[in-house]
């Protein structure tokens, strides 16, 4: 059987919600990971340091006493944030970045930005705070096909960006496509991406080919294979500007199995590294996770390496099917399904 020791992972893309729901999808990270930045888009949504601060206290509460995990917060960006917001933001040591949601372009997106030149002022303020950008980069015209909707983003408004703020530090949130890792590639240090597993996993036809599959739908949506695949070669690739993100984002049962409008979004926090294990060991390309994992993301972010390490080994376990969340069940991805690779019982303590 085989082992592999990483140094502990961090996770920098995950939506934890609030309230009961946390006990789950806290501990579930808290277990893998030892730092999550955490999405902002709550209903109503995080929008100043004092809601973030609230919100971190909140999640704390529900971290198991043998982890030291530390949720890293972000404040959601709309048309009335100012910026003293972001000089606040940037004095905070608890806020690591903003989000910038396109409004409309996914959950809880409603009350993001419709021009997002609107937030110049804004970006300028991060820029010179040293807070980075985290981006949704889909354009959400909705002429525009739900598939070209994230490499129009790139031509339309992120290129703009990038080049009208050079120091701002920029992460394009869970890429999707051949295009935005080209794009990521081609850029200097400031620039970075994350990539979620479920990305790394399936494609479109996973998810519609053979009866429609509502746990596999997420925003950005899944495309073809050939994308997968450009995602795969960029997170082996050892180029450090592409790091572990899963987007973890739960939703009820009742809210994905629904035939008049299924929630995006797939709850893999349960298995939020070893199914990137599973996806890297596939690749021949087990050597690159821990840089992947547990190296880049910190670098990018100029925060230290975790001290302590994870043990994940080579033996296969069935996911639950369901999980208790809040009055509800959650249905997680691969749930009844086997993993190849788990978590050892001495990861179980970060002390
Ligand atoms: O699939 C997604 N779910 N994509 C997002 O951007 C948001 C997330 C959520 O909050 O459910
Ligand atoms: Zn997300």
């Not at 946390?22 to 100043?48: C, E, H, W, Y």
């Not at 606040?88 to 809880?108: D, E, V």
Request: net charge negative.
């Amino acid at each position: 059987m085989r082992r592999l020791t990483l140094t502990r992972p961090d996770d920098w893309h995950i939506h934890l919600r609030d309230g009961d729901y946390l006990s789950q999808t806290v501990k579930d990270a808290a277990a893998r990971f030892g730092r999550a930045i955490v999405m902002p888009n709550l209903s109503p949504p995080v929008v100043n340091v004092q809601d973030a601060e609230r919100y971190r206290t909140e999640i704390l509460q529900h971290v198991p006493r043998s982890f030291a995990f530390e949720p890293l917060m972000t404040l959601y960006l709309t048309p009335q944030t100012v910026a003293a917001d972001i000089v606040a933001a940037g004095q905070s040591p608890f806020i690591a970045g903003c989000k910038l949601y396109p409004a409309g372009a996914t959950t809880n997106s409603e009350a993001g930005v419709s021009a997002i030149t609107q937030l110049y002022p804004i970006f300028e303020a991060m820029q010179t705070a040293n807070l980075p950008l985290l981006i949704h980069g889909e354009v959400t015209t909705h002429s525009v096909d739900i598939f070209d909707r994230e490499a129009r983003f790139i031509d339309e408004s992120l290129a703009p960006l990038i080049q009208q703020f050079p120091e701002l530090k920029v992460v394009f949130e869970h890429i999707t496509t051949q295009e935005a890792a080209q794009f990521v590639a081609d850029q200097g240090p400031e620039v970075a991406a994350t990539i979620t597993v479920h990305h790394l996993l399936y494609n479109r036809t996973d998810m519609l080919g053979s009866g429609m599959k509502p746990l596999l739908f997420c925003l950005p949506i899944l495309k073809r294979d050939q994308h997968r695949q450009a995602l795969l070669a960029a997170a082996t690739s050892g180029n450090p500007a592409f790091f572990l993100g899963t987007d973890s984002a739960p939703h009820p049962r009742s809210s994905k199995e629904n035939a008049c409008g299924c929630a995006a979004g797939c709850y893999t926090a349960h298995a939020g590294i070893e199914l990137y294990a599973e996806v890297f060991d596939a690749a021949g390309k087990l050597d690159r996770l821990e840089a992947f994992a547990s190296h880049f993301g910190p670098d990018f972010y100029g925060l230290p390496r975790n001290p302590d390490k994870i043990v994940l080994e080579e033996i296969p376990w069935t996911a639950p099917k369901t999980l208790p969340f809040g009055n509800e069940l959650l249905m997680p991805l691969r749930g009844g399904e086997t993993i190849a690779w788990r978590l050892a019982s001495q990861s179980m303590s970060s002390s």
